[in-house]
C-alpha cells in the first residue's frame, strides 16, 4: 500500500504515468465509470475547501464509487479531542481509501502511520499539496505540452503558499531547464530551505524581485496565489499584505502572448476578474482539470490500474 503525503512521495515515472492515465480520463470518462464500483473515499477535511474536497468526491463518484466524509473539524469527533490516529484507524474500516486536509503540518503523515488504507494529504498547513501539484502539472502538460524549458514566476505569499512548495520542489526534482522568478514582498518571500536545499543545493536557476512588472515579461506561466489571511498571527500584517499584487488587463500587456496564467483558487484580490477572459488565464480549466488527475489517483493508490 502506499501513501500520498509529500509530492515528492512519486517518482517521475509515476507522475508521467498519473498525467497519461489522466489524459484518457479526459478524453474518455465513460471508458472509467464504474472501474471504482463498491470502493469508496473518505474526505476528512479538518479545514476549508471547496476544489480539493468536491473534486476528490466528483472523482469517486465519476469513477462509480461512493464517498463519505466530513467538511470541517467542528462537525467531526476531533471536536471533542479526538486525536488525528484514532479517527484513521475508525476511518479505515469505513472506507477504502482517504484524502486528508488538516490545518497542523505533518497530520497526514501521522495518519499514514496509523491506517490501513491509502492516505492522501489534501493540503496540511503552510507544508504540502501533492494533489494540487498533480493538478498543475497536467494542467501545464496539457496546455504548454511540455514540463521541461520553462521560466515560471510564483507570485503572491510564498512564504505560507503549500501549492508553491510543492509544485516547486517537483520542478526542481524531476525537470530539466526550469528557470524560477519568486515574486513577493519581503515578508512573504520563499522559505529558505527551498532556496538552500532545493534549489541552491543542485544549482537550479532562481531569482527574487518585489515587482510583478520587473518580471512578468519573461515568463512561460505566472503562478498567482492569494496572501492567505487564516496564515496570518495577526490581521494588521495581513490588510497591510493583501492587495499588494493585483493582477489586471493593463499589467498583461508586457506578457508573452502563450503565458498561462495559473492559480490554484480560492482569488480573492490578487487577479482581477476582467482577466478572466484573456485566453492566457487557465485557472479555472485548471480546477476542472483537477478531478481528472485525482481520478487517477485514486485509482493507481486502489491498485486498480
Ligand atoms: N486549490 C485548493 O486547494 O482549493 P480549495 O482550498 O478550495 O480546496
Same mark, same amino acid.
Given at each position: 500500500m502506499k501513501h500520498l503525503i509529500s509530492p515528492l512521495d512519486l517518482n517521475k515515472t509515476e507522475i508521467d504515468e498519473l498525467i497519461a492515465i489522466g489524459n484518457k480520463m479526459y478524453e474518455n470518462p465513460k471508458d472509467y465509470s464504474s472501474i471504482c464500483q463498491g470502493k469508496k473515499i473518505a474526505t476528512l477535511f479538518y479545514e476549508p475547501s471547496t476544489r480539493t474536497r468536491l473534486s476528490f468526491e466528483a472523482a469517486m463518484l465519476n469513477l462509480g464509487g461512493n464517498v463519505l466524509g466530513f467538511s470541517s473539524a467542528d462537525s467531526s469527533s476531533a471536536a471533542k479531542g479526538e486525536s488525528v490516529a484514532d479517527t484513521i484507524r475508525v476511518i479505515s474500516a469505513y472506507a477504502d481509501i482517504a484524502a486528508m486536509r488538516h490545518p497542523k503540518e505533518g497530520a497526514p503523515m501521522v495518519a499514514s502511520q496509523h491506517s490501513s488504507i491509502p492516505i492522501i494529504n489534501a493540503g496540511d498547513g503552510g507544508h504540502n499539496h501533492p494533489t494540487q501539484t498533480l493538478t498543475d502539472l497536467f494542467t501545464i502538460k496539457r496546455l504548454k505540452g511540455r514540463l521541461d524549458n520553462l521560466t515560471i514566476g510564483f507570485c503572491g505569499d510564498l512564504k505560507f503558499g503549500r501549492t508553491v512548495h510543492s509544485l516547486v520542489q517537483t520542478l526542481a526534482r524531476y525537470y530539466t531547464n526550469i528557470k524560477f522568478v519568486f515574486i513577493s514582498p519581503e515578508e512573504l518571500t520563499i522559505p529558505s530551505y527551498l532556496k538552500k536545499e532545493v534549489l541552491e543545493d543542485n544549482n537550479i536557476p532562481f531569482c527574487e524581485v518585489r515587482l510583478l512588472d520587473d518580471a512578468i515579461a519573461d515568463l512561460d506561466i505566472l503562478y498567482m496565489t492569494r496572501v492567505q489571511r487564516?496564515? &496570518? &498571527?495577526n490581521e494588521e500584517d495581513y490588510v497591510r499584505l493583501k492587495d499588494f499584487y493585483i493582477l489586471t488587463n493593463a499589467k498583461l500587456k508586457s506578457a508573452k502572448e502563450d503565458m498561462l496564467i495559473m492559480h490554484p483558487l480560492p482569488r480573492v484580490n490578487e487577479i482581477a476578474t476582467e482577466v478572466d477572459e484573456d485566453p492566457r488565464a487557465v485557472y479555472f480549466k485548471q480546477a476542472e482539470l483537477g478531478v481528472y488527475i485525482r481520478m487517477a489517483l485514486i485509482c493507481r493508490l486502489l491498485g486498480l490500474l
Open positions: 487564516e496564515r &496570518f &498571527f
